[in-house]
Every structure is written in structure tokens, then in C-alpha cells.
């Protein structure tokens, strides 16, 4: 007999949606870290309006990842049960929240980068580790979203 393990809901052809929609949003939100970094080591503004736009689109896909994720997380029972599900999940709301704070801010910021967004962008930067973490343990330690197969499926 097989270990049974908690099965992702939002899925195609058996294999989970929601990893497959978390890597461009954690890539733009390195993106907004590092040129917020390069702004204030170079000062040059093409940096400051390049991080604007790759906030804006890692909310608007991350936004799109949480939507899967969501659907994982309330239909499954097993996988709500998981303290590393918890935490990605609270982890991740919670990096959105303040990447839409962050937007607001910068918004319309006439001297190209308020401090105070280079800082939540340092925040994110470090948010998404953790939460990156807690969804890889549901997936190698819980098998979260894992089905056994045949070699070569």
C-alpha cells in the first residue's frame, strides 16, 4: 500500500497549476530589489521607473499564483493542516499586501525613490525566501501536489 499524499486541486493533466505560476512573480520581485539597490548605488531614474513597472507586474501575477494557490489551500483539508502551508500562505498575503503598499508609494514620487520603498522592497526580498521554503517543505517533506508514477510519466 501507498502513502497517500495531499493532492493540489487546481491542476492540469494531474500536475499542479499554482508552482507553475509562482516563478515569474518571485523573479520581478527580485527585480524590484535589485534595481531599487542599483538606484541608490547609481541614482540613475531609468532604474527606479524599471522597478515600478516589475512591482506592478509581480502583484498582477502574483496576484494570479495566489488565485491557485487559494484553491489548493481551501480544498484540501490535508494540506490546510500543515503548519508550512500556513505560513506560505499568511507569508504570501502579506507580501502582496505590502508590494501594493510599496506601488502606492512610489507612485508619482517626484525624486525617484523614497527610501521607504527601497526598504518593503528589501522586506519582499526576504519574505519570498521564507515563504519559497515553506511551499518547497509542503512539497518535498509533505508531498504536497506530488502523485507517483511510473518513471518517465
Known sequence: MTEQTPRSIASIAGRPIHPMTVALPIALF???FSCDGLFYLLH?????TAAYYALAAGILLGVLAALFGFIDYYGSREIRNLKAANIHLIGNVFILVLSAFNLMLRYGAVNGLPLACFILSAIVF???????WMGWTMVYRHGVGVTAGKAGE
Not at 540613475?44 to 527606479?48: E, F, H, R, S, V
Open 44 to 48: 540613475d531614474p531609468i532604474l527606479a
Open 30 to 32: 527580485v527585480a524590484t
Open 126 to 132: 526576504v519574505g519570498i525566501h521564507v515563504t519559497g
